[in-house]
């Protein structure tokens, strides 16, 4: 126990680090998913063919290879330098790596929302003369974006976990530090361990209500 | 779905619009040729498209030396805990629905708090762990364990879901014809609910799948460490070799989700069964097909 007192800011700062990449990566995908969602429902088959590959592609490989890819391939065969820091240029490198995975299943989340809304919303914004991406803005997207908060929640959700992927390029974020505390205090590992869960669980659960209770908020009434 | 939904975006285009989509199609056509090319000379700086970084996939020792070995241990891997994980899965997921509160409670526990832990750090206090009480965990048993404990909660969830998908009326009518608990479970509730959830198991099984590549963080000689360590040490062909490694990757999984898209169709087919596969499918559902 005096183990996980002792070393306090040590964790804090690595589930700082945590939440920094998920907020981080979160904003990304959210922005990048909802383009990659416009291209697959768009009336141009140019853009619906590069979205289902972008999507089929980085949905099927697992993260781990992509983070290493981002790491090793771009960081050091590349040379791809997002600063002179080390532990800041692959916390850069990460990021990349998380947000081009995370983004393809929320392109798929808002492309289930843009399904679910009713044919006549999109035909009256065609009616009063809107085009394609005035549809899609002001008519389609609020209204989807709106029904699936929830599966946005949890993929946020599983985002903080996937978070500790980083690791496997060494970003010492919540994972790679609890390894590094195994090593230095030995006697303690089953404090240590609960402390890491426990902060996961402080980090999630909050999250699963706040989705929760946004999409009830915010819920279209059909 | 990619047809309803892109009808309800835009009408059939008339000949102003289908001149504009034209255009637009070539314009995007060049732009999307642009980033390729951009990314292509990026890499031809690096000279990742030199022949002789890539000739060692041409030839056989490569694959039956260093990727099929890999292959077959992320297989193996993959394999047991995708066993392991459907014991853990069925017994928590049963128990959680327990009519006794001393089963039923620990189980929500243990199934919650798993669901909440990241796998790799499960990996990791499996290793540290048990040699603290005195095991020997190769890298191999503690990727199982961590993949094993992590997916079976997940569906264990998906168990739930699924049981309780069945109509009231099917166990309602069991214990009217005088069966017991477990009777009414494992005559009635439990053969219509798998078929239910049967997507949704094999979509997890794909999750886990793709969870196996996290045995490279420590060392389990997977496929991925096969591509990232084995190959470019012996090449220095890193890029490719990933590369190839992915596609490895897309090929199996995209062949496991056809399977699972299959089964879906078929058990929304069949008029045996009552259960909702959909039900089954939103249980693991949204955080199931992301880790």
């Known amino acids: 126990m005096e183990a996980v007192v002792d070393e306090l800011p040590v964790i804090l700062g690595a589930f700082w680090l945590t939440v920094k990449l998920t907020v981080v990566s979160g904003l990304i995908s959210l922005v990048w998913g909802i383009a990659l969602a416009a291209m697959r429902v768009s009336p141009l088959p140019v853009l619906r063919g590069a979205g289902a590959l972008y999507v089929n592609v980085l949905r099927n490989t697992p993260l781990t290879l992509i983070i290493v890819f981002c790491g090793l391939g771009l960081g050091t065969v590349m040379d ?92 010492m974020e919540a994972a790679l530090r609890m390894k590094n505390l195994f090593d230095a205090h030995g006697d303690a590992i089953i404090p240590i361990f609960l402390g890491f869960a426990a902060g996961f669980v402080v980090l999630t ?17 059909r | ?70 292959l077959l241990n992320t297989l193996v891997a993959a394999a047991l805990a995708a ?47 048990g040699s603290l009480a005195g095991l020997v965990v190769t890298e191999f048993t503690a990727v199982v364990f961590g993949l094993t404990v992590y997916n079976g909660s997940v569906l264990a969830e998906i168990v739930r879901a699924g049981i309780l998908a069945v109509p009231r009326g099917q166990a309602e009518a069991g214990y009217a014809i005088g069966l017991r608990k477990n009777q009414v479970m494992r005559v009635i509730l439990l053969p219509q609910a798998v078929t239910a959830m049967m997507p949704a198991i094999v979509s997890q099984l794909v999750v886990l799948l793709k969870d196996t590549a996290l045995g490279f963080v ?56 009552t259960a909702d596969p959909a039900a089954a499918e939103q249980a693991g559902g949204e955080v199931a097909f992301v880790r």
């Open chain 2, 218 to 273: 420590v060392a389990y000689a997977d496929l991925l460490n096969a591509g990232a360590r084995v190959v470019p040490a012996n090449y220095a062909n890193l890029i490719p070799s990933v590369i190839v490694i992915a596609v490895v990757y897309i090929a199996i999984n995209l062949a496991l989700g056809y399977l699972a898209a299959w089964l879906e169709r078929r058990s929304r087919r069949s008029r045996k069964v």
């Open chain 2, 1 to 70: 779905m990619t047809e309803r939904g892109a009808t309800v975006l835009y009408d059939v285009p008339g000949p102003r619009t289908r001149l504009r989509n034209n255009a637009l199609t070539l314009a995007f056509g060049v732009v999307l040729l642009l980033v390729a090319f951009f990314v292509w000379t990026k890499f031809d700086e690096k000279g990742q498209w030199d022949g002789k970084l890539w000739q060692p996939f041409l030839r056989a020792d490569t694959w039956t030396e260093l990727i099929l070995p890999g």
């Open chain 2, 83 to 129: 066993v392991l994980a459907l014991l853990f899965g069925a017994v928590f997921g049963i128990a959680r629905l327990s009519d006794h509160r001393w089963v039923r409670i620990p189980a929500a526990v243990v199934v919650e708090a798993f669901r909440a832990v990241p796998v790799l750090m499960l990996i990791f206090f499996a290793q540290y762990g």
């Open chain 1, 80 to 171: 791809v330098q997002f600063s002179d820091n080390l532990s800041l240029n692959s916390f850069w490198l990460s990021i990349i790596g998380l947000s081009a995975y995370t983004s393809a299943f929320v392109c798929e989340v808002v492309r289930a929302g843009i399904n679910t809304v009713p044919l006549g919303q999109a035909e009256a914004a065609r009616a009063i003369g809107l085009t394609f991406l005035q549809t899609l803005r002001l008519v389609i997207l609020p209204q989807a974006v709106r029904t699936v908060i929830a599966p946005l929640g949890s993929l946020l959700n599983a985002l903080v976990k996937n978070t500790t992927v980083a690791a496997a390029i060494g970003v």
């Open chain 1, 205 to 221: 659960l909050p999250l699963n209500l706040l989705s929760g209770r946004l999409a009830r908020r915010l819920a279209v009434v």
